[in-house]
């Protein structure tokens, strides 16, 4: 069976990890790791490179693949896709072509599924939903994929699909899914602390438009 998502991961200097979930998305007859941008360095994300980890480590089955995420000729250009916000901070959503990763990129391709990225979905407030991931919730990570159910809220603004979901630490990245019929309605960017504030998922359309930016 194909899975919806897949663990991912980096290692800072001081040894430790960030963890998160990413899920692979087709646009204009291409394929690409989609994730949260702020997952690779554990907060909000910025354009300053020196603060990113060189990697990113990609899970599939047992073991990982490292796929670099700058190039290696001293320029540390970004090998992924970013928007620009304010000032020094990224839009939260990165991607990457699986067809630079090699190896990787056939293993992710065989055994996980393709979400296509529509330029145009209807979400009515009470849209049944669930986001896949991998929490940081045992002694030992990743766990089996875990499954959070929520229903949507709103559209933010237009550019941000509010719901009533409670998520943890590990599922930012991950894909949402209505729950009646399986469609992609866009990727999960975490819930904060406080359950009182809804869960942000940036809409479908939304990464259709930022992909076709900067398709890499």
Wanted: overall charge negative.
């Amino acid at each position: 069976m194909m899975r919806p998502t897949f663990p991912i991961h980096t290692t800072d200097s001081d040894g430790n990890d960030n963890v998160g979930s990413a899920f692979l998305a087709a646009i204009n007859g291409r394929d690409y790791l989609v994730t949260a941008a702020h997952v690779p360095t554990g907060e909000q994300p910025k354009s300053d490179w020196s603060t990113w980890p060189d990697t990113l480590k990609v899970h599939v089955d047992a073991g990982y693949y490292e796929v670099d995420l700058f190039s290696s000729d001293g320029m540390r250009t970004p090998k992924f896709g970013y928007l620009k916000g304010s000032g020094v901070n990224l839009a939260d959503a990165l991607w990457m072509p699986v067809d630079t990763f090699g190896e990787a990129g056939y293993a992710l391709l065989s055994q996980h599924q393709i979400h296509v990225l529509e330029a145009s979905i209807g979400v009515p407030p009470g849209t049944p939903l669930q986001v896949y991931g991998f929490p940081n919730i045992e002694t030992t990570w990743p766990p089996p994929i875990q499954v959070a159910d929520g229903t949507v809220i709103g559209i933010r603004g237009g550019a941000m699909i509010e719901a009533d979901i409670v998520t943890v630490k590990g599922f930012s990245g991950g894909p949402a899914l209505r729950t009646d019929n399986g469609q992609f309605l866009g990727l999960h960017i975490g819930h904060h602390p406080q359950i009182t504030d809804p869960g942000q998922i940036v809409p479908s359309p939304v990464l259709h438009f930022m992909i076709s930016q900067m398709p890499m």
